[in-house]
């Protein structure tokens, strides 16, 4: 009986000793979500956030990584560059810490890069900005570069949209934007489109009657609008206020890609077109499965911002499995360098890097009865 009972202990202590050998092996892999939660940019900020910790946990549930889990922590970069600066230095500083996702801007974002660069630590910004790579390797943009989305805008433009004169509006405080706009401009240019007005705004502006008044005197087919969603809602007021004839088409770009260009807009953005990462609802079914799991998780459709903020995560994860069992800051860095048809819920859905450029691919959507809809093809 003494000799059952011992057999039985020990067949015990070891059942303990392998749960413990299977603790020790799992590992938490810490991603820190770095977005402007308050401050201008957190109409973008706080949905990609969302949907980056949906998206992790969703690949938690699944087991994408075996028995090791993303674990996230999420900091608010307040939209404003010495924030987002010293959140970089702190988290680098941690060793749990494997990889920043943000910041949300190219303000925020550049300069942050030249921190994470020094630091060795990977950083993922949400903005198309190219100049962030200068820092290093380190730093990948999350967003199409406007040397690929503004010759497919401008394109559009001519060939679909039909225009043969625009005016142009740009934010002057984000580089981003102005690279949006130089390209657009180059590109049609060339095409034999006529460029009759180019008006520089910041982001904090509100009062645009002056430009308003003199885009309208120039009387352009279309008028190309380079900014985020609220601006771009306030322009289109103001125009309409300064008498821009209901012929004259609105155009922008995927920053515009917000609810508060409707609720801000109203009337004055209904035709509105631009070019998109998303499509509302998902236009595969990948897309659509997020969509409806998002709404049921959150009680809100999934929006561009929230949608860009899944597929990012979803991009590192892979990245993160692709590392191996061990990953390191630097071996994470370099299978991120590496990502190659990643499946994604945005443009045409496969994610990939040639140089830390994203590809991705895009849809067009307009402003139709208040809601954003596919646009005509």
Known sequence: MGSKKQVLKALAVAAGMVVAVQAAQAADRKIVILQALTGGAAFVGVP???GMKFAAEELNAKGFLGADKIVVEVADSASARPQAMAAVTRYAADPSVLFILGPTTAPEAIPSAGVANDAKIGLKAMTNAVALLNAGPWGFISAQPPV????????????VAKVKSCATVRFTDNEAYVDLERIFVEHTEKRGMKIVDRSGIKQADSDFSTVATRIVAAKPDCVMLFTLGPSAANMAIQLKQAGLPANVKLIGQTGLSSPQLIQIGGAAVEGLVFNSDWTPGGNSPAGQAFANAYKAKTGKDADNWA???????????????AAGPNPTRESLRDALAKTK???VVIGTGKYSYVNRIPTYGSTFLMVKDGKFVPAPQ
């Open 341 to 343: 048809d990643v499946p």
């Open 307 to 321: 949608a860009l903020g899944y597929s990012y995560m979803t991009v590192v994860a892979h990245a993160l499995k």
């Open 148 to 159: 690929i989305t503004m010759p497919q805008l401008g394109d559009y433009a001519m060939d």
């Open 48 to 50: 990609a956030s969302e």
